[in-house]
């Protein structure tokens, strides 16, 4: 089992940055494929961007590509997500989440861990 804690959430405006935090305490945090997934009031969980256990794989979701950045510090247990030009349709409840797959996927059912989510809300 691995607990995750996420940070970082806050207002902003358009064009402006947020960095995240997913803070993980259990089990050996580098097995795990993380993940970021966002929930807008009204919609369903999508997926942000995730990166692999050995650093080797990250991929985003379009809409954030060129934007935002996932890193992890295994020395650390801490998965980031830094958020440049912020749109508002960014706005969203993000969560940060583990998996214990070997590769990664884009459905949140493939992740079995989840924090409790931080929000962050963008205004124009």
């Known amino acids: 089992q691995v607990q995750l804690v996420e940070s970082g959430g806050g207002l902003v405006q358009a064009g402006g940055s947020l960095r995240l935090s997913c803070a993980a305490s259990?089990?050996?945090?580098?097995?795990?494929?993380m993940g970021w997934f966002r929930q807008a009031p009204g919609k369903e969980r999508e997926f942000v961007g995730g990166k692999g256990w050995s650093n080797s794989v990250t991929t985003y979701a379009d809409s954030v590509k060129g934007r935002f950045t996932i890193s992890r510090d295994n020395a650390k247990n801490t998965v980031y997500l830094q958020m440049n030009s912020l749109k508002p349709e960014d706005t969203a409840v993000y969560y940060c989440a583990a998996s214990t797959y070997t590769l990664l996927y884009t459905s949140p059912t493939r992740f079995g861990f989840w924090g409790q989510g931080t929000p962050v809300t963008v205004s124009s």
């Open positions: 259990g089990r050996t945090f580098s097995g795990y494929t």
